[in-house]
């Protein structure tokens, strides 16, 4: 039964000082979304008892700071809770900034077809319905409609895994912002955009909007790492559905995912770019949405590079593997979201210093990038050359790293020809982190983040160690694997990562449509199509895993779960890009001369300095 409308109920997470005083927050200070529906669900007994959920409709103040929740305040309000309006409004309530407070479904597929044919600056999209699909392409989009996650009847994301004989889906039938990017793009890229605006949406209403920093509360702007949609019983028949996200208070390891938010806002670009419906990022509680996350990573802490610190575990790689720090996958993506941003933040006079904060950070974040964690064999062996306890601002050895750490695996496996070569993991004080970690290389090709001579050098590699980094199925996570006391020591001797298993150098076929993608990027398809086509022979009869273990990927993971969303999305994704190109280049970046232009600094033998142009010019040719 499909209720006539949804009351969305936007909660703030409070701090214990805050919710003590108010005893309908004691039980758990936690914020959902919800509407009404008119049937039961079989576990709501058990929902209501973990949590004790408040109307909107309260006149409790709310205590959010941030500067660019003052937009939203200059909007027209209204406090009315339920009402007959779209998705599309905004209000604030009692002068208070608040998230959109009143949703309601949206009336058949009238917005898609507004959004895909409505605007000039859309994608052509023309040649793609000719595109006929196979069997397999049928099964994995049967498979993927199936595993549409719907919260007031409105398909609102998909869920991370659907096995129909998995009696113990732990977490994995929630939507995970990052797993939902390859069901984003799929449906977006076969024209169906209602399901990626309501996620981009809702997802933003479950944005934190409270800056806590005990509780294990998480930080104002910060993106869940997933949500569920959860069912609680009313009075008589009736029972409302709500959106209940997680942070990273119930993930393993408790870690919160710092990727969230920065696939939120590629998304949101990828968004308008696929269907020329620019109208969403404009809006002013997005714009709000996109700022509070910028905010978030570009805010000062103790730290002396451009790259954002972390904790371990807070990307797709969400357990302890040794990645804390300033890990590439995070830096890469961090990289895609500022250039993002950039382009979507709605220019003013309000909106000037965030904008210029944000051409600043890239510009020096692909500076130290580009220096400091590129590796090819001639690099390698300056490292292993190193002089150590350089003080002064002419280090040669900036970051004071001990030869002995170039291991005897990546002098034997770097290969001869300067033409290749990669970004290392991690960079930290007297440590380099060698191993190939896939997601960050490949996200530095599509967002530019690396020069376009290294990027290339990136797929260069992927070729020339096709058998270490793809072997039976695309791709390993990162390469190598720990081993022996490494792994008891880095992982914590984790039973799920042991060597070639899962995040520790396993096979994950979400990984192809970013590797498509950067194939595209540099003209190198056909490496693409080869993967593709590897891929295509194992993932149906495999009944599409999570990911493969072994040096080579040739065995289902150890512990995979099976019908992975993402498995199946990122295959289809990588199908459509390739049926596309054109569409394809709409989703990656291309060197930026005014980036590198306005090179912010560079540590020189004068202390610090502003970049000459022709210094950060000649970035773009090593
Ligand atoms: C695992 C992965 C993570 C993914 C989640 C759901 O925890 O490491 O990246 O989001 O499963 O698929």
């Known amino acids: 039964m499909i209720p006539s409308q949804c009351i969305l109920r936007a909660f703030t997470r409070i701090s214990p000082s805050k919710y003590i005083r108010d005893t309908a927050f004691r039980s758990y200070p936690s914020r959902f979304s919800s509407c009404i529906n008119q049937y039961r669900n079989a576990d709501s007994d058990r929902i209501i008892k973990l949590r004790n959920v408040v109307p909107f409709c309260t006149d409790r103040q709310s205590s959010v700071t941030a500067q660019v929740v003052s937009e939203a305040r200059s909007l027209s309000a209204s406090t009315t809770c339920a009402n007959d309006r779209t998705l599309d409004q905004i209000y604030t309530k009692n002068g208070l900034n608040v998230k959109p407070l009143v949703v309601e479904r949206l009336k058949g597929h009238e917005k898609d077809e507004e959004v895909v ?179 978030l990573c570009l805010a000062d802490g103790f730290d002396m590079f451009p790259t954002l610190l972390v904790t371990d575990g807070s990307c797709m790689i969400d357990r302890r593997m040794g990645i804390h720090g300033h890990p590439l996958e995070i830096q890469a993506l961090f990289y895609s979201a500022l250039r993002s941003s950039r382009e979507m933040i709605t220019v003013n006079d309000s909106s000037k210093n965030i904008i210029k904060t944000i051409s600043n950070r890239l510009s020096a974040l692909s500076f130290h990038i580009r220096e400091n964690y590129w590796v090819d064999k001639n690099k390698i062996n300056e490292i292993y050359r190193y002089k150590t306890e350089e003080y002064s601002m002419d280090a040669t050895n900036k970051f004071n790293i001990y030869p002995e750490q170039v291991s005897p695996w990546l002098m034997d496996w770097v290969p001869e020809s300067p033409d290749s070569g990669f970004l290392i993991g991690n ?159 709409s989703l990656f970046w291309e060197e930026d001369l005014e980036l590198l232009e306005s090179c912010v600094c560079v540590l020189t033998k004068s202390g610090r300095k502003k970049c000459s142009r022709a210094a950060a010019k000649s970035q773009i040719l090593i």
């Open 427 to 585: 960079l930290q004080p007297a440590h380099m982190d060698f191993r190939f970690f896939t997601l960050g290389n490949l996200w530095s090709i599509i967002s530019s983040l690396g020069t376009p001579k290294q990027n290339q050098a990136i797929l260069n590699l992927i070729e020339e160690k096709w058998n270490d980094l793809v072997g039976h199925m695309p791709l390993k996570i990162c390469y190598p694997a720990l081993e022996s006391s490494e792994w008891h020591i880095i992982t914590g001797s984790d039973p799920k990562n042991t060597p070639w298993s899962y995040h520790n150098g396993g096979s994950w076929p979400t990984l192809l449509w970013q590797f498509t993608l950067a194939c595209i990027k540099m003209g190198r398809s056909e490496l693409a199509e080869k993967a593709v086509t590897m891929a295509e022979k194992r993932l149906q009869a495999d009944r599409w895993p999570e990911y493969y273990d072994t040096r080579d990927g040739k065995f289902i993971g150890k512990q995979s779960r099976l019908y992975q969303t993402w498995t199946i999305a990122g295959f289809l994704t990588s199908k459509q890009l390739l049926q596309n190109p054109e569409i394809a280049s």
């Open 117 to 295: 044919n409505g605007d000039d600056k859309s994608v052509n999209r023309d040649g793609f319905e000719g595109v006929k699909s196979n069997d397999l392409e049928e099964e994995a989009w049967r498979l993927l409609r199936d595993s549409v996650v719907t919260y007031c009847d409105s398909p609102v994301g998909t869920v991370a895994a659907k096995d129909p004989t998995d009696t113990m889906p732990s977490n994995y039938d929630q939507v995970f912002i990052r797993d939902f990017v390859p069901s984003a793009l799929a449906f977006l890229l076969k024209g169906e955009s209602e399901i990626v605006r309501n996620f981009l949406l809702h997802t933003l209403q479950l944005q934190s909007w409270e800056k806590t920093v005990d509780c294990y509360s998480p930080g104002q702007g910060l993106m869940p790492a997933s949500f569920k949609v959860r069912t609680l019983p009313l009075e008589e028949d009736k029972f409302e559905e709500v959106l209940d996200p997680d942070f990273g208070e119930a993930a393993i390891g408790r870690v919160a995912p710092v990727d969230s938010g920065l696939w939120w806002i590629i998304l949101l670009r990828a968004y308008g770019k696929i269907t020329g419906d620019y109208s969403l990022q404009e809006r002013i509680d997005v714009q709000t949405g996109i700022k509070m996350i910028a905010n």
